[in-house]
């Protein structure tokens, strides 16, 4: 998962968000939207100490203009304003540092039209929250950071073309990842799924554009444009 933060407050529960999720942060709510388009962010969180009501015109401005779910989280578990950012536009409002994460999960799975955060293809099973992947009655697969990154963003988009630079650019460090490394990466993914006796036939590829993934009952859909 990938998420814009924005804002100069001290992100209560930052760490365990950087251990399971690509975090950018940014101090501009303009720069937060032009990011959130860019890498297809599944939400920006717009951190704060206390809200004032310049910021309710700013929860408005991202929920018109980003195409991303917005989590207002105010580092202060007495604050006020839940309300006001609801009807400004937010998708949730957090005060808790508990409830960070499995708030920001649940916003970003509605944002993709998952009820929950397991995943199925198959017999294989994804919980993007906790990064643990099944194959029928296996013990879990272990699957490195960047490879769940990239079986992640497929199933996520199951049935369309992610583009390489997509990958590149969501879930590699800017300069670091060519488009090599992500071809690299996809076929240590189909590599990990062999080893366990999982067809890799519905990692379908679109030579020199990108991946897709395609559940068993899905068509192939080898004329689907990419995302970018």
């Not at 401005?61 to 202060?76: E, F, G, Q, S």
Request: aromatic share 8%; proline share 3%.
């Amino acid at each position: 998962m990938r998420a814009i933060v924005v804002g100069d407050a001290r992100l209560r529960g930052a760490t365990a968000l950087s251990r399971l999720w690509h975090v950018s942060q940014v101090t501009s709510i303009s720069r937060a939207v032009e990011l959130a388009d860019s890498c297809k962010a599944d939400a920006i969180v717009l951190a704060r100490s206390t809200l004032v009501d310049d910021d309710f015109a700013d929860i408005t401005k991202i929920h018109l203009l980003a195409a991303a779910p917005l989590v207002v989280v105010v580092d202060n578990e007495w604050a006020i304003g839940e309300i006001e950012s609801l009807e400004a536009g937010a998708d949730d409002f957090v005060c808790s540092r508990k409830e960070l994460l499995p708030r920001l999960f649940a916003v970003a799975r509605r944002y993709h039209g998952f009820a929950s955060s397991v995943i199925r293809s198959g017999d294989l099973e994804v919980d993007i929250e906790t990064h643990r992947i099944r194959y029928g009655e296996r013990e879990e697969i272990y699957v490195p950071t960047a490879l769940f990154s990239a079986i992640e963003a497929l199933l996520l988009r199951a049935g369309k073309f992610v583009s390489r630079e997509f990958l590149a650019d969501r879930y590699g460090i800017p300069g670091h990842l060519d488009m090599r490394s992500v071809d690299s990466n996809i076929r240590k993914v189909r590599d990990i799924l062999r080893s366990v006796g999982c067809r890799t036939d519905h990692i379908l590829t679109l030579y020199g554009v990108g991946y897709s993934w395609k559940h068993p009952e899905q068509p192939a859909q080898t004329q689907t444009a990419p995302s970018k």
